[in-house]
């Protein structure tokens, strides 16, 4: 990757990570926790509410520390470079995913395993 394709990547990686953080205070801030505890009815469409807030962000979490990790390799010039094998990253797979830390390989490998 050259130096404009890095720059690329990581505006386009704190673009996601700004999004990202703004959608969960949005959906912390659409969600009202505690207040109308004695509704009986709205108690369990609350914690349903509450059950999936948790988990987006559980996923959305796990994203930026992906994030967070390839913005770290960026700056410590390692970016690109499979986590698994060491190999180069596909730049056309780090086009479509800049928050990519395995190469196409061992991402199948990662997916098949699971
Ligand atoms: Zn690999």
């Given at each position: 990757m050259n130096k404009d394709e890095l720059k690329e990547a990581e505006k386009r990686l704190l673009a996601e990570k700004a999004v990202i953080e703004k959608d969960m205070a949005r959906f912390k801030e659409t969600l009202d926790f505690?207040?109308?505890?004695?509704h009986g009815e709205e108690e369990s469409d609350e914690s349903e509410e509450m059950g999936n807030y948790l988990s987006v962000k559980k996923s959305q979490d796990a994203r930026l520390e992906q994030i967070e990790k390839a913005l770290g390799k960026i700056a410590s010039g390692?970016?690109?470079?499979?986590?698994?094998?060491?190999a180069k990253i596909d730049g056309e797979l780090l086009k479509v995913?800049?928050?990519?830390?395995?190469c196409r390989d061992c991402k199948l490998k990662a997916v098949s395993k699971k």
């Open positions: 505690g207040d109308d505890i004695d390692t970016y690109g470079v499979c986590e698994n094998c060491g995913n800049p928050e990519s830390l395995l």
